[in-house]
Structures are given as C-alpha cells and as structure tokens.
C-alpha cells in the first residue's frame, strides 16, 4: 500500500492510494455487492498471468502536513484497477 498527499492549485488537499485491491477496497466507501464484483474481476485477470494495482482517493477538510495510519483508514473513493503483464 502506498498513500501520497497532494495540494491541488485550488489549495484541495488529495490522500491517493495504490495497493493490492483487497486493501484499497477495505478503505473505501463501496458496499459488499461492489467489493465482490471487484475481486472477482482481479481473480480473472490474475488467472490471465496479469498483476492488479488498485487506486483510491479522498478529499481531505482539514489541511494536513503528514499522512498516518488514521487517514489512510476509510473514507476512500474508489478510482479502479489497473492490470498489467506480468511476464
């Protein structure tokens, strides 16, 4: 899992995620139905010899100057997947 925290030239604040689906998808704001959905896709591109990456963001409201476990936890959107050959 990796989180970076951006400033947006509207002076946003940006926590962005990638990681392994099963983590990005615990911290983000989709129902079950939706989380299943998504590791099924991964399983078939998996079984197709491809690595998955997830990716997520959250808006932050207050304006922070490091990331912690805490902001990483939930609230997420979730971006999609991104499979790729894994030769």
């Known amino acids: 899992?990796?989180?970076?925290l951006h400033l947006s030239a509207d002076q946003k604040q940006h926590v962005l995620l990638k990681g392994a689906p099963e983590e990005?998808?615990?911290r983000c704001d989709v129902?079950?139905?939706t989380k299943l959905a998504g590791l099924k896709k991964v399983?078939?591109?998996?079984i197709e010899g491809m690595r998955v990456l997830a990716f997520a963001k959250k808006t932050e409201k207050?304006?922070?100057l490091s990331l912690g476990e805490e902001e990483i936890k939930k609230g997420f959107v979730f971006l999609g997947f991104v499979g790729m050959s894994d030769p």
Request: hydrophobic content about 55%.
């Open 24 to 26: 990005i998808l615990l």
């Open 43 to 46: 399983d078939e591109l998996a």
């Open 31 to 33: 129902d079950e139905k």
């Open 1 to 4: 899992l990796m989180a970076t």
């Open 62 to 64: 207050s304006h922070l």
